[in-house]
C-alpha cells in the first residue's frame, strides 16, 4: 500500500516539474525583412511561396534560364518529375504575367517560368490536392455525366426487368442507403457552392489540403465532415445489405446503388454551377424522403435469431414464434 501511494506521489511530482521549451526568443518577433514580408504577403494572395513542391502534370515544361528577355536557353521538365519553387520575382513590365517563378528539379535543372504556365502544367505535390485535380477537370465530368446517366439508366431498366431490389424504387428494409444518396447530393452541391462563392478559400485548401475538418473554415469543414460521412455510412449500408439479400441480390443492389450515386453527384456537381442544383436538390431530397415511406417496413425483430420482421408470429428465417 505505502508502495502505491509513493508511485502515485512520484508520478504527480514527475508530472509537475516537467519540462518546458519556451523556443528562441527574439527582441521582436515581427522585425523580419523586406524579403520576409513580401514571402508572407505573396503566399497570402498565391497560397504558395519558395520551397513548395509541386509535380509536373503536363507533358512537358519549358523553364528559361533567366527572367524575360534576359533569357537565351531553355530545358524542359516533362510528365511525372517533381519541382520545388527556388525563387519568385516580380516584372511589372511583362505583358504575358508580371509574376516570375523558378523552379527547380535537381541543382542542375532549373529555370524560370511565367506563373500562369507553371500552374496550368502542375499539381500540388499532394495525393488530395491530385485526387481535387482529377475530379475538377471538366472535360471528366462531361464524359462521367454522359457514362452515369447512360449506365445508370441501363443499370435501372435492367435491375426492374429482374424485379432485383433498388434505392428508392423497390428498397431493402434499411433508411441508410436513401441517406447515402441524400449525402452524396449534398455533398456535390456544397462542394459546387464553395467553388463559386468561396473560390479563394477552396484555393488555399487545394494547396494545403486537410482531411481533419476540426481545422479549417467553417464551410470547408463542413465538406470534409460530409465526406468521411458517406465513407462511414457506405460502409454501414455495405453491411446493411450483405445481411438482407442474398448474394445476388445484394451483389444488383450495390451496383445499382453505385450507378444512382455517380448519376446524383454528376448532376448536382453541375447543376449548381447553373444554380438549378438547389431546387433540384429540394425536389430530390422530397422524392427521396416520399419513396422510403412508401416502401413496406419491418418494426420488429426475432428473439431468437435477431431477424427483422414485418409482423409478430412465425419467424420465416428460424422458425421461432414471436409473440
Not at 513542391?53 to 511525372?80: I, M, S
Not at 431493402?172 to 436513401?178: A, G, K, R, V, Y
Not at 477552396?202 to 494545403?208: D, P
Amino acid at each position: 500500500m505505502r508502495n502505491r501511494t509513493f508511485l502515485t506521489i512520484l508520478s504527480v511530482l514527475m508530472l509537475l516539474c516537467s519540462c518546458y521549451h519556451r523556443g528562441q526568443q527574439t527582441p521582436d518577433a515581427w522585425d523580419l525583412t523586406r524579403q520576409q514580408i513580401d514571402s508572407i504577403s505573396f503566399s497570402t494572395t498565391h497560397h504558395y511561396t519558395q520551397n513548395y513542391n509541386f509535380v509536373v502534370t503536363a507533358d512537358h515544361l519549358p523553364l528559361a534560364d533567366a527572367v524575360a528577355e534576359q533569357a537565351f536557353d531553355t530545358l524542359l521538365v516533362v510528365k511525372g518529375e517533381h519541382v520545388v519553387v527556388a525563387d519568385i520575382q516580380t516584372v511589372p513590365a511583362d505583358t504575358i504575367d508580371s509574376v516570375w517563378v523558378k523552379v527547380a528539379r535537381d541543382q542542375i535543372t532549373q529555370g524560370w517560368i511565367h506563373e500562369c504556365e507553371l500552374l496550368e502544367g502542375v499539381s500540388p505535390d499532394d495525393p488530395i490536392s491530385q485526387f481535387i485535380d482529377y475530379f475538377s477537370n471538366t472535360h471528366l465530368l462531361i464524359f462521367l455525366a454522359i457514362c452515369m446517366v447512360a449506365g445508370g439508366a441501363f443499370a435501372v431498366r435492367r435491375l426492374l426487368r429482374r424485379r432485383a431490389y433498388i434505392v428508392h424504387l423497390r428498397d431493402i428494409d434499411s433508411f441508410l442507403p436513401t441517406l447515402l444518396c441524400l449525402l452524396i447530393a449534398a455533398s456535390a452541391t456544397l462542394y459546387a457552392s464553395i467553388q463559386m462563392f468561396g473560390a479563394e478559400s477552396w484555393r488555399h485548401y487545394y494547396f494545403h489540403p486537410s482531411l481533419n475538418p476540426f481545422a479549417l473554415p467553417f464551410h470547408l469543414a463542413l465538406f470534409v465532415a460530409s465526406v468521411w460521412a458517406i465513407i462511414i455510412f457506405a460502409v454501414a449500408v455495405l453491411d446493411d445489405v450483405i445481411h438482407q439479400l442474398s448474394t445476388t441480390d445484394a451483389l444488383l443492389y450495390l451496383i445499382g446503388l453505385a450507378a444512382v450515386c455517380g448519376v446524383l453527384y454528376v448532376i448536382f456537381s453541375i447543376g449548381t454551377l447553373y444554380y438549378i442544383g438547389y431546387p433540384l436538390f429540394v425536389a430530390y431530397a422530397i422524392f427521396a424522403i416520399v419513396m422510403y415511406h412508401r416502401q413496406p417496413h419491418s418494426h420488429y425483430s426475432c428473439g431468437h435469431c435477431g431477424r427483422m420482421l414485418r409482423t409478430k408470429g412465425n419467424c420465416p428465417y428460424c422458425g421461432a414464434q414471436n409473440l
